[in-house]
């Protein structure tokens, strides 16, 4: 058994010794433990502009169980864990965030009910004390929309996750640029498990999830599993047509009672209320045609510059 431990790196260089001494203990004490035979820890360096990529390659050239994949230019979270994710050589991968706020302590619990079935184990925080009460509320507000609208997700997971080898392969097979893989793992089917943990604050840096990539994830997230809000349109719609025609109606037999106001009001007031409403939707509307010529021109996910230590290792140069 061979585990894989994914860590996206966005601009970490202050905690990436911190989490290679950590799980480098832990993971030797698995091995002992006889939970794992062997392991590789794949790290994916989006594009940073600091000593990211340097400390990498440091630990690259010191441990050939450190593995390190370099982005281009920054290509965001989720597709660097989808590059690690599809180079993970492991029975089962482990992704994480380079921050150490996912504790890379209850691995071991996911390791077992891996091994006890499971092919994908969530990881799902206890609650969000420590969070911002703007972090908190946007993010419990965005879980409950996205669940109302139909879409399959795990309450307070984020990427914190483990995959069995067939639910990997599954994974691989999807071509989609618009990601959002805590919607895309509950809808890939397979027998998961759940393990709760508690979520530590971050060990050093700050957040690279600023509010506007957070609105843009959520705007990704919602967009890119329902089309509900389509739906939506078509709704609203109608009960306006119908509550156009009741008020038709109303205006001919008010004028046939002899009774009817020459009125501003009960014309310019419906310009303003299907200006607004057609504008709304118009936007939802393209919402989803952006989405389609993201999806139609096919462009590649992530562009990697640099592999270390990999088979197809290039060490840097072009391949
Ligand atoms: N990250 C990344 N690319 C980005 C933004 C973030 O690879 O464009 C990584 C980041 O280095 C971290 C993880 O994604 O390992 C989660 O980001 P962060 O901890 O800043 O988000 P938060 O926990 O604050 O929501
Ligand atoms: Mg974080």
């Given at each position: 058994?061979?585990?894989?431990?994914?860590i996206p790196?966005f601009?970490?260089?202050?905690v990436?010794?911190?989490?290679y001494?950590?799980?480098?203990?832990?993971l030797?004490s698995y091995i002992?433990?006889?939970?794992?035979?062997?392991?590789?820890?794949?790290y994916?360096?989006?594009?940073s502009s600091?000593?990211?990529?340097?400390?990498?390659?440091r630990?690259?050239?010191?441990d050939?169980?450190i593995?390190?994949?370099?982005f281009s230019?920054?290509?965001?979270?989720?597709?660097?864990?989808?590059?690690?994710?599809h180079?993970a050589?492991?029975?089962?991968?482990?992704?994480?965030?380079?921050?150490?706020?996912?504790p890379?302590?209850?691995?071991e619990?996911?390791?077992?009910?891996c091994r006890a079935g499971a092919?994908i184990?969530?990881?799902?925080r206890?609650?969000?004390?420590?969070?911002t009460?703007?972090?908190r509320?946007?993010?419990?507000?965005f879980?409950?929309?996205?669940?109302?609208?139909?879409?399959?997700i795990?309450?307070?997971?984020?990427?914190y996750?483990?995959?069995?080898r067939?639910?990997?392969e599954?994974?691989k097979?999807?071509g989609?640029?618009?990601?959002?893989?805590?919607?895309?793992?509950?809808a890939?089917g397979?027998?998961?498990?759940?393990?709760?943990?508690k979520r530590?604050?971050?060990f050093?840096g700050?957040?690279?999830?600023?509010?506007k990539?957070m609105v843009?994830f959520?705007?990704?997230?919602?967009?890119?599993f329902?089309?509900?809000?389509?739906?939506?349109?078509?709704?609203?719609?109608?009960?306006?047509?119908?509550?156009a025609?009741v008020?038709g109606?109303?205006?001919?037999?008010?004028?046939?009672?002899?009774g009817a106001v020459p009125?501003?009001?009960?014309?310019?007031?419906?310009?303003?209320?299907?200006?607004?409403?057609q504008?709304?939707?118009?936007?939802?509307?393209?919402?989803?045609?952006?989405?389609?010529?993201?999806?139609?021109?096919?462009r590649?996910?992530?562009?990697i510059?640099?592999?270390y230590?990999?088979?197809?290792?290039?060490?840097?140069?072009s391949?």
């Open positions: 058994m061979k585990l894989s431990v994914v790196c601009n970490e260089e202050q990436i010794d911190e989490v001494g950590r799980l480098k203990i832990l030797n002992e433990k006889q939970l794992i035979d062997d392991y590789e820890v794949i994916v360096d989006d594009g600091d000593g990211t990529l340097s400390a990498l390659k630990l690259a050239a010191s050939k169980q593995k390190a994949i370099s230019g920054n290509f965001g979270h989720q597709p660097a864990l989808t590059a690690g994710l180079h050589e492991g029975d089962m991968a482990v992704s994480l965030d380079a921050d150490l706020q996912d890379p302590e209850i691995i619990q996911m390791i077992i009910r092919d184990v969530y990881g799902v206890q609650d969000r004390k420590d969070d009460f703007f972090k509320t946007t993010a419990v507000a879980y409950k929309f996205m669940t109302l609208m139909g879409v399959n795990i309450y307070n997971h984020a990427d996750r483990m995959l069995s067939p639910a990997l599954a994974f097979t999807y989609e640029v618009n990601r959002f893989l805590r919607g895309m793992f509950p890939m397979f027998k998961h498990s759940v393990v709760t943990y530590e604050r971050r050093a700050t957040t690279k999830y600023p509010l990539k843009s959520a705007v990704e997230g919602i967009t890119s329902t089309n509900f809000p389509l739906r939506l349109a078509s709704v609203l719609g109608f009960i306006n047509f119908a509550a025609a008020l109606l109303w205006a001919i037999a008010t004028k046939l009672k002899g009125g501003w009001a009960s014309i310019v007031l419906p310009i303003y209320l299907f200006g607004g409403i504008l709304m939707f118009i936007g939802i509307l393209s919402e989803y045609v952006g989405k389609i010529y993201m999806e139609v021109k096919h590649p996910l992530f562009i510059r640099e592999k230590n990999f088979d197809d290792d290039n060490h840097g140069k391949p």
